[in-house]
């Protein structure tokens, strides 16, 4: 089962990740993050920044990618996690890798992204946000839970719910590149994050819901080591959250994310 831990702000969460990625570099400084953009991410990343942590030797993973997007268009995903991971963690920029960024062609550039996450070691912790379709990446209903990264096409609420960050709504890519469930589930450690009511639906059915493909986010249930973290009311629809808050208030000292 997930561990789940409700936090009172996007910054009292950001604080308890950037505790568990701290700890987990101090033990292996050449440690590989998962990263992960949209808004669900940032108060992590500001909780790291502020740390100055020595970060120089740790590689990144992002989740996913648009396709189509002009290169350096300031959406792009590897804009994005260069603005707001990259340079604020002092991130070594080419240890930092996103979907389709190896200069190769589409086809194709799926497996050689799963081959450069082998190659580096597999990924320690991922972090991940979930879409209002139950999504994470860019998983939408019906993917594999074996899936590895490949491209997909974006489920039309995606591309609405993501219009916010483009002029016209008709500018969102129609496909991307996204790392599968499969690869995310690969990952050592996942590390869930969901703030507002707009994520609650979502969130308990990917804790407590069936594990389907039609809930990607409900591939969490098939991994040892996850930790979910939501404010109260992203939290709001879980019907075993008193046990949760229990669990985690009586944590044992060793216990950690
Ligand atoms: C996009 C990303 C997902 C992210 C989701 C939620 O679709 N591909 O990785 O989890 O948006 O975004 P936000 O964190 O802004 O709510």
Redesign the pocket.
Known sequence: MAEVVFVDSAEHAGELVADAIAELVAAKPDAVLGL?????PLSTYRALAARHLPLGSVRGFA??EYVGLPPGHPQSYRAVITREAVVPLGLAPSFVRVPGDDGGPLEGAGERYERDIVEAGGVDLQL????STG????NEPGSSFASLTRVKTLAAR?RAD?ARFFDSPDDVPVHCLTQGLGTILRARHLVLLAFGESKAAAIAAAVEGPVTSSVPGSAIQLHAHVSVIVDEAAGSQLANADYYRAAWASRLPWERL
Request: proline share 0%; no cysteine.
């Open positions: 992960a953009t949209g808004s669900t989740l996913d991940l946000g979930i879409g999504h994470i990446g860019f995606t993501n």
